[in-house]
């Protein structure tokens, strides 16, 4: 059996239709707002996450250049002064033993691949012309779990580097500058001055013109012999985990374990993490303020009726309602509203969602990066039923002042 | 046989503030009585309307005491005294405030639904019964404010009626009725004390209707100057 109170508080609603759906509307906008523009931000979030997971690992390990230690070590008080002139000392920058510690990062739970790499400078040339660039030496097939290589393809297929061990795929900046296309020859010098006649064998285009000028695959034993090293040689260990957010902890984590420096992505993207913070903090202004206009929208309406409505609250409480019985009908009317226009507002969003998420916006983009993320739905909903309890209560705890008696002296 | 005292003061008095500090009763002591028909009368400022208020339980700032069947109200909670209104006491005003929105039959159920002591189908019985007694059975789905001023007034006593409370207190009941209405109201007012017992406790400026009474209490400046004004 419905209570009396929200008996009252529905036929309050009930003959004032127009005010409460003006008021629902305010809601089913503010809401629809709020998770259309967090949908945005997680999708955003993670479609530049993703293309920042590309090129970057979550983890990269890999040795830290080491500064030539002075020969006298501490203060020697009142001796002459030592002059020293540091600079980075000549050992190779070889992780040791590369397959265990691959073994052992590939042990830890959170770990969902790891691949080890060659990193070298290189020159490319054709004839005369000559562009300098980085040198990814690595197992193609790894690269392209971690950094989804094939999807960057647009010419070629990854796998054929594979089974061509002096192929090299390029970026389209270096294939323009030098005039190349697939299966057409590349020398290749590195910076010890080793030449080596590789293959194209693909082209990839990312989002970022710096590294399509300047970057290449090639296999691991190519980047070693162009640095003149044995197959024993890796300069870094890529690591993905399963939850990125957590690669700074995980970093440390590993860091101890190998004993070598690591470096996690967000440090090594550090002005993409502000930016993604920057992206928060104005969504999250913004969805709030409109979501504010909407409660400003249910407080209005509950107030006026309120003050229209002062003689019925006397005549309640001469009848034995108490001041919580009426702060529960007030309530209840604001709640009504909100929960209409919630519902409402998340099905607009979803509309609205649904059409955006249809738009073609081209290059590796695609559509729209935006899809239903249920998660944001919820706590949109939620927060219209908060925001539409707050905007009744207040309201409705001044009607639940009012006194009987000053109303019927009147 | 001895009267049961259903409604006592002991020395009431209240000031009000604004403007300036007045004092609006002083020493009010009286007690009704189960069955009594019992009205107050007073020229305009003597106090009879701020009394009433303060025996309804609404206006809890006073001083003195005041006893409903023996309990003791002065100094309760809020929330008690809604209870305590709720069962105890019906009220009928002079302008006679039913919820517009709501039909007749609706607005005199709504103190009941709120007391939850019957079902839904008890109390629309109940109610329906009440509305036969005051002839207005036929209007019981109309909205309230569809009425004439006769019957709404009907129908806010049958509201005031509907929990069978020890006590009804009256505003002025007749004071916007035409002589008819007036008559049809004083009725059932004495049919209400004779058959059921209850106290009606009426602030009014008719002095025939206050004639018609079993007791008329006076006030002049705040005080009682006749506890048993013959008319």
Sequence with gaps: MKSVNTEIALTHILTRKRQTIVAALGVTIGIAIFICLNTLMVGTNRYSDNSIFKTTPHIRIYKEDEICQPLLRGSVQDSSMVIINPKISNISKNLINPMKLLDEIKNQPEVTSAAQMVSANLFYNNGKSQLNGIGWGINIAEANAMFDIQS?????????????????????????????????NISVISS??????????????????????????MNLASAQQLLGRGPNYVTDIYVNIKNPEAAPELAIVLGKLTDYTTEDWKAANELFVAGKKIRAIMFTVISWAILLVAAFGIYNIVNMTISQKMNDIAILKANGFSGSDVVKIFVSEAMIMGIIGTVFGFLLALLV?????????????????????????????????LVAFGAGLIPALKAAKIDPVEIFRK | ???????????????????????????????????????????????????????????????????????????????????????NIGFVFQFHYLLPEFSCLKNIMIPALKLGKYSREEIEQQAYEKMEVLGIKDQALKPASKLSGGQQQRVSIARAL??????????????????????????????????????????????????A???????????IINLDLKL
């Design chain 2, 213 to 223: 009474s079993d007791r008329t209490i006076e006030l002049a400046d705040g005080k």
């Design chain 1, 152 to 184: 960057t393809m647009v010419d070629g297929d990854y796998k054929t580097l594979l089974n061509t061990p002096n192929g090299i795929i390029i970026g389209v900046g270096i294939a323009d500058k030098l005039s190349l296309k697939r299966n057409d």
């Design chain 1, 192 to 217: 010890l001055g080793i030449i080596k006649l590789m293959k194209v064998v693909g082209l990839f285009k990312t989002s970022n013109m710096i590294t399509d000028k300047g970057k290449s695959y």
């Design chain 2, 1 to 87: 046989m001895e009267r049961k005292i259903i409604l006592r003061t002991k020395a009431i008095g209240k000031y009000f503030y604004d403007p300036v500090e007045f004092k609006v009763l002083d020493d009010i002591s009286f007690e009704a009585y189960e069955g009594e028909f019992l009205t107050l009368v007073g020229k305009s400022g003597s106090g009879k309307s701020t009394l009433l208020y303060i025996l309804s339980t609404m206006d809890t700032d006073y001083e003195g005491e005041l006893f409903i069947d023996e309990e003791k109200i002065t100094g309760q909670n809020i929330n008690n005294l809604a209870a305590i209104r709720n069962k």
């Design chain 1, 353 to 385: 969602v649904t059409l955006l998420s249809r738009i073609y916006i081209g290059a590796d983009i695609g559509y729209f990066p935006i899809q239903f993320e249920l998660s944001v739905s919820l706590k949109g909903m939620g927060v219209g039923i």
């Design chain 2, 162 to 211: 509907i929990n069978s409370p020890k006590i009804i207190m009256c505003d002025e009941p007749t004071g916007n009725l035409d002589s008819k209405n007036t008559q049809i109201v004083f009725d059932i007012f004495k049919q209400i004390t004779k058959d059921f017992g209850q106290t009606i406790i009426a602030v009014t400026h008719d002095m025939d209707f206050a004639k």
